[in-house]
């Protein structure tokens, strides 16, 4: 289908207000797609476990988005699909992504629930304040870790000392500075030509097409194409998707969906619903040659919840069982660097996304709300998921394991733990400080002990 066909019908869709799209096209479908498809969590799983399950939740999230479609809040009209639409879209996602160049080339495959094949590792922190100093640094903590496949960042929030604003004349330098960085920082770790998703101070549309100067996308690197909660899109992400379009450069698309767990789509079941309903939508509309999956707890934010870690179980296995694609699930967590749960949490949160035939994005330390991040988590991150798919760890043996990882960090979810800046867990050198070090390597034994073969 032609792009601009699905833009169109962005135009002579029915007219809905915004309250009216929230409860008729999201809260009742998905509760009735719920009911109807007999979707429920067992108890307090930490993992999905049974295939067919998992089919009938991409069943019903192709059922959901017939019925809904995805609302252009920039029109304020309904864009519709037909049942054909979606699963021709769905059959067609890429099977291979190759991101990056040369040497640095790395190729994302679709992986299966308990699989041997190694995830893929993005580092990075997307969407977190950075000021440009400290985007520097942290990018250059995490691009350095041989583990690391793919690297990310943070967003510049201030050029200069001047805020960034957003569809301002700031917000292009602000993303002219952060390919500035990325291409130096990339080529100073020996890693010139390593695929990077970036434009993350882009706010706008406008940051996005200011990267497609000389010095700013080059050929295997990504954008993203978000849509809002819940399966919303604007005409600032239309303008993203054709500004990947007949380039000189070939840029990827990655979807993200960020859903509520307890929001609007409601518990974790129909999250997970409209969790796969949406990445389906951005296959469509937004041209995705692969997705992010970022679920969001809406009372404690982060991704290593129980709920989260098994709404990011069933995605994986739901596309895997319908529609196999390119899967890479955030890890956002509660605790920020220098604290063991931290290490603990991105443990894991890596896990449970490996066995159930993901990919890896993250550290989004502390929520992701503030920069206490560092490459050592990231580090952690990419060595436990490859650590488990290489001894072919399964469902039933990682989520015991989970679940004792779990009981030492998940007293954090009330009490907060913001942890510690990069600079105070990383010395001048570059490098962690000997107290991170030390709790790293604490956490790592333990995971041995556990079962992990690090």
């Known amino acids: 289908m032609h792009f601009l066909e699905l833009v169109n019908r962005s135009y ?39 295939a067919d399950e998992a089919k009938a939740y ?8 017939v019925r809904s479609g995805v609302y252009n809040q920039s029109t304020g009209r309904v864009i519709r699909f037909t049942r054909e639409e979606i699963l021709e879209a769905a059959k067609n996602m890429p099977k291979a992504v190759t991101v990056g160049r040369g040497a640095d080339a790395y190729t994302f495959e679709p992986r299966v629930p308990d699989s041997s094949v190694l995830p893929g590792v993005v580092a990075g922190n997307p969407g977190c304040p950075m000021t440009e100093e400290l985007f520097q640094k942290t990018v250059t903590s995490w691009a350095k870790e041989p583990v690391v496949d793919m690297v990310t960042c943070g967003s510049i929030v201030e050029v200069d000392g001047f805020d960034v604003v957003r569809a301002s004349p700031s917000e292009v ?14 080529l100073k770790v020996g890693r010139p030509g390593i695929g990077r998703l970036a434009a993350e101070s882009s706010v706008s549309e406008i940051g996005d ?29 239309l303008i993203r998707v054709a500004n990947a379009m007949e380039t000189p450069v070939r840029l990827l698309n990655a979807s993200l969906a960020c859903v509520m767990v307890g929001g609007l789509a409601g518990g974790p079941e129909g999250a997970a619903v409209c969790m796969i309903a949406s990445l389906l939508a951005d296959s469509l509309i937004g041209r995705a040659d692969y997705h992010l999956c970022h679920p969001i707890h809406i009372k404690h934010i982060a991704t290593s919840t129980p709920e989260c870690m098994w709404l990011s179980s069933v995605v994986c296995q739901a596309f895997s069982s319908a529609a196999p694609a390119v899967i890479i699930c955030d890890i956002y967590p509660k605790s920020g660097a220098g604290t063991k749960e931290l290490l603990l949490e991105v443990a894991a949160n890596a896990l449970a996304i490996t066995v159930s035939g993901g990919h890896l994005e993250g550290v989004g330390s502390c929520d992701g709300l503030k920069p206490n991040c560092s490459g050592l988590e990231a580090r952690l991150m990419g060595e436990v998921g490859k650590a488990a798919a290489a001894q072919g760890m399964t469902r039933e043996q990682a989520e015991p394991i989970i679940r004792k990882l779990l009981g030492e960090y998940e007293h954090i979810f009330a009490a907060g733990n913001e942890g510690f800046s990069f600079d105070e867990v990383y010395g001048e050198d570059g ?24």
């Open 12 to 50: 002579t869709g029915e007219a809905v207000t915004k309250d009216n799209w929230d409860m008729d096209h999201v809260v009742m479908p998905i509760m009735d797609v719920v009911e109807e498809f007999e979707l429920e969590r067992d108890d307090d799983a930490l993992l999905l476990h049974d």
């Open 58 to 65: 991409f069943d019903a999230a192709v059922e959901l988005l």
């Open 173 to 186: 330098l602000a993303l002219r500075r952060e390919m500035k960085y990325l291409n130096e920082i990339c």
């Open 209 to 237: 097409l200011a990267a497609m100067t000389p010095g700013g996308f080059q050929d295997g690197d990504a954008h993203l194409i978000a849509l809002n909660n819940e399966l919303i899109m604007t005409n600032d992400n």
């Open 431 to 454: 490098e962690p400080k000997e107290f991170w070090l030390g709790l790293y390597n604490e956490v790592c034994e333990e995971l041995r002990s556990l079962g992990v073969n690090l």
